[in-house]
C-alpha cells in the first residue's frame, strides 16, 4: 500500500468535513465519558486496520493518562484485568456492531450491554462505533498517511 493520500481529503467537500467532525465531536461529549468513547475508537480503529485512527486515539488516551500497557492489551481486551465490566459490555458491543454485515454478533453482547448501559448511552454508543468507522473508512480508502510525527498541539 502507498502511504501517500489520493486526493487532499481535508481540503475538499468542507460541509461533509464539518459534519463528520461535529458527529465525532458530539460523541466526545456524550454521557459516556471521554476514556469509554477513546477506548471504543481505538478499538473499532484496530479492528479496521486505520493506523492513522488507532494513532490518534491512543494518544488521546494517554494524553488522558492512560496506561500504556493496559492500551497496548486492547487488542486482546478479552483476556487482558485492565478493563471494567462496563468496558468490557462496550468493547464487545464494538466488535459485535464493527463485524455487521459480514457477522451479527450483536444477540450475544446484548445482554451485558444493557446491564451497563441505558438506552440513551446505547444510542451514544452506536454513533460513536458509527462515527469512528465512518473516519477508519475514509483514512483506508483515500490512504491518508499515519505521519511520522503528530501535528504541533496533536
Not at 83 to 90: D, I
Request: proline content about 6%; some cysteine.
Amino acid at each position: 500500500m502507498t502511504h501517500a493520500a489520493r486526493i487532499p481529503l481535508f481540503t475538499l467537500a468542507p460541509a461533509n468535513l464539518k459534519a463528520m467532525i461535529a458527529l465525532s465531536q458530539s460523541t466526545k461529549n456524550s454521557s459516556l465519558g471521554a476514556r469509554l468513547v477513546e477506548l471504543v475508537q481505538l478499538r473499532v480503529s484496530q479492528l479496521n486496520g486505520c493506523g492513522v485512527c488507532v494513532d490518534m486515539h491512543w494518544r488521546d488516551l494517554i494524553k488522558q493518562g492512560a496506561d500504556p500497557r493496559h492500551l497496548n492489551a486492547l487488542a486482546g481486551w478479552r483476556e487482558a484485568p485492565f478493563f471494567s465490566a462496563r468496558e468490557r459490555a462496550a468493547l464487545a458491543w464494538a466488535d459485535a456492531v464493527n463485524a455487521l454485515p459480514g457477522r451479527d454478533e450483536t444477540d450475544s453482547a446484548w445482554p451485558a450491554l444493557r446491564e451497563y448501559f441505558s438506552d440513551v448511552e446505547i444510542a451514544e454508543l452506536g454513533y460513536t462505533i458509527a462515527a469512528i468507522r465512518g473516519w477508519n473508512v475514509i483514512n483506508l480508502s483515500l490512504r491518508n498517511p499515519l505521519p511520522e510525527h503528530p501535528a504541533p498541539g496533536m
